[in-house]
């Protein structure tokens, strides 16, 4: 297998599809692995095997003859060569996003301490976790790793003693010599996007953030699709799924500890938010039944599990919390979104939208806080469109028309290798204005831009960037851009209606999540994608789900609070509302006036 030179082990019942998901190329599979996305191409180097129906269907004349087919449509093959593309990036930018917290107090529940153990008293020996106790001047327990390290301390002289305590339980001991340090990770489980905040629990101090993708994306873009995973695999799917998120994060978690000279075992409390069915799959429960009607959970409330249970590498006795969620589709990392911007605690009718492959939109007004879900697709994370990457170093975030000059922003300056979301949404904006996007989404070449087009049919594209990349904005690309912004206005508008709430009441619009960091108030306004309302009262707020998750992990005191709020926070089913697919099919179009 090329790039990489690896050998790959299947037998002939499985598909290529099925051995890459083991391995470490990253492979998307939009669909599930069902043959409609088109997204999981590889590449004959030796005799290329007959094309299927899906594979003709979705891969042009031109590139199946040079061999390209997709994995999960063609049987392994003993002896078979093949190239698989690369990943274009990790996806830093979620997590080196400054985090803006409103933490007043440190109070992680996680403490060190100091205090000198006095010598075995031959004349009145008892156990050493008595006499420990007893220099402490209280009452304490101690877990089973303290009680491991004591049995290792010499009892012949006073030793200085550093250690780790949650509340009446010493956690850890070591002596004084080797300082102990006490750290906590929040961790944001993306549909798309993994990212871990390591922190200082004695200084509530950032240490090292770390981002990549979600490798559950090899078997599907979205929740739904990796549920179908689930059902199509049983409790192999099931396992599969939490393995590949749990390696990661704990591979992110190692690096983090590596910039800072930490230990994983230095990690004594970790706090992770997602949406529902992430947390399920990361928790190894089965998340079959959030897919259809009732759209039932196994559980919403938090759960606290030993690490170990899971399998995340931290000490033995860290404290972990998944936070709670408000319903099957409004997630933990919403309601953690809610905590971080104070949604609700003033007297302002305020909308936060985070923007992802599902679009959460929460409304608080006279008191109320109010939620939908919107299936947006992972076109604003990059995902789906031909050219597409999330937003790291080479990613197009911006497009700017001129005249007859087109110009395309990189991510870092750097040499354009793709197009992440934002650029997708400059480029069709500018598009538009340019009367080269029609309303109805059709790409209409005009003279002063001929050169610009190439293709027809679904290959018809527009050129943003030339040789060596041949980065360009696809039909379908368009049409994918489309689906998720009529998804997410119609969520908009349908919340905002259910509460008697015109945008023009909407004080003020919270756009959270990374795409809407670099979101620029004109392009969402001039595509439809966010209400027209004036442009200073939107603000770009980043991750909120990552803000909140650090915010209970700095302060275990919010835990309280955050399970009221995802209590308080009411949901609205969109699918069961007529009016929403009435709206939906109402904002595919772009605006007449760009």
């Given amino acids: 297998m090329l790039p990489s030179g690896r050998t790959l082990a299947g037998s002939a019942h499985q598909t290529f599809a099925d051995a890459l998901s083991r391995s470490d190329d990253l492979l998307s599979m939009d669909c599930g692995a069902r043959g409609t996305c088109g997204q999981c191409r590889i590449r004959f180097l030796s005799k290329a095997p007959q094309p299927g129906e899906a594979e003709r269907r979705l891969i042009s004349t031109t590139d199946l003859a040079l061999g390209w087919r997709l994995a999960c449509q063609q049987p392994i093959v003993a002896g078979a060569t093949i190239e698989v593309t690369p990943s274009k990036g990790r996806p830093r930018t979620k997590a080196t996003s400054p985090l803006k917290s409103r933490v007043q107090y440190l109070r992680p529940g996680i403490s060190p301490f100091r205090v000198t153990l006095r010598p075995t008293d031959t004349w009145n020996p008892q156990s050493i976790d008595r006499a420990l106790a007893?220099?402490?001047?209280?009452?304490?327990?101690?877990?089973?790793?303290?009680?491991?390290?004591?049995?290792?301390?010499?009892?012949?002289?006073?030793?200085?003693?550093?250690?780790?305590?949650?509340?009446?339980?010493?956690?850890?001991l070591r002596e004084a010599a080797n300082a102990i340090r006490v750290l906590g990770v929040a961790i944001d489980v993306g549909t798309t996007t993994l990212a871990i905040y390591l922190h200082d629990l004695t200084t509530g101090k950032l240490l090292a953030s770390e981002a990549d993708y979600n490798p559950q994306r090899n078997l599907g873009a979205d929740v739904i699709s990796r549920i179908g995973f689930i059902r199509s695999h049983g409790s192999d799917g099931l396992s599969q799924l939490q393995s590949s998120v749990l390696d990661e994060l704990n591979a992110l978690i190692q690096a983090a500890c590596q910039r800072c000279c930490a230990s994983m075992r230095d990690i004594y409390r970790i706090v992770v938010v997602g949406n529902p069915t992430m947390l399920h799959l990361l928790a190894g429960v089965s998340p079959v039944g959030i897919d259809q009607s009732p759209f039932e959970s196994v559980f919403l409330n938090a759960v606290m599990p030993a690490p170990s249970t899971?399998?995340?590498?931290?000490?033995?006795?860290?404290?972990?919390?998944?936070?709670?969620?408000?319903?099957?589709?409004?997630?933990a990392d919403t309601v953690s979104g809610v905590l971080a911007t104070s949604l609700g605690d003033r007297k302002r009718t305020e909308l936060l939208v985070d923007i992802g492959?599902?679009?959460?939109?929460v409304l608080a007004h006279n008191g109320r806080l109010i939620a939908c879900s919107a299936a947006a697709g992972p076109a604003f994370e990059g995902a789906a469109i031909r050219d597409g990457m999330n937003a790291v170093t080479g990613a197009i975030h911006d497009v700017t028309l001129a005249g007859d000059k087109l110009h395309c922003v990189t991510?870092?300056?750097?040499p354009a290798k793709g197009i992440c979301g934002t650029g997708l949404i400059g480029a069709v904006h500018e598009l538009v204005l340019a009367g080269l996007i029609q309303p109805s989404g059709r790409l209409t070449p005009s003279p002063v831009w001929a050169e610009r087009f190439r293709g027809e049919g679904k290959d018809l594209r527009v050129a943003?960037?030339?040789?060596?990349?041949?980065?360009?904005?696809?039909?379908?690309?368009?049409?994918?851009?489309?689906?998720?912004?009529?998804?997410?206005?119609a969520g908009i508008d349908t919340l905002l209606h259910s509460a008697s709430v015109s945008p023009a009441d909407l004080d003020r619009v919270y756009v959270a999540g990374a795409f809407g960091t670099h979101l620029k108030a004109e392009r969402a306004l001039g595509t439809g994608l966010l209400p027209a309302i004036p442009a200073d009262r939107f603000h770009a707020v980043g991750n909120t789900a990552g803000q909140g998750a650090a915010m209970v992990l700095l302060d275990e005191h919010l835990q309280s609070e955050i399970d009221a709020?995802?209590?308080?926070?009411e949901n609205i089913e969109l699918a069961?509302?007529?009016?929403?697919?009435?709206?939906?099919?109402?904002?595919?179009?772009?605006?007449?006036?760009?």
């Fill in 134 to 172: 007893r220099d402490m001047g209280e009452r304490l327990d101690c877990s089973v790793s303290a009680l491991r390290a004591l049995s290792d301390l010499p009892r012949n002289r006073a030793l200085d003693i550093e250690g780790v305590r949650r509340d009446s339980q010493i956690l850890d």
């Fill in 464 to 489: 943003l960037v030339d040789e060596p990349t041949n980065v360009a904005l696809y039909q379908e690309d368009i049409r994918a851009f489309q689906l998720g912004k009529a998804a997410m206005r």
């Fill in 411 to 414: 991510i870092d300056d750097a």
């Fill in 576 to 594: 069961a509302l007529p009016e929403f697919s009435r709206r939906y099919l109402d904002q595919m179009a772009f605006p007449l006036s760009g």
């Fill in 565 to 569: 709020l995802a209590k308080r926070i």
């Fill in 310 to 331: 899971l399998g995340l590498q931290a000490h033995p006795e860290a404290n972990l919390r998944l936070l709670p969620s408000a319903s099957s589709y409004i997630g």
């Fill in 357 to 361: 492959t599902n679009g959460e939109i």
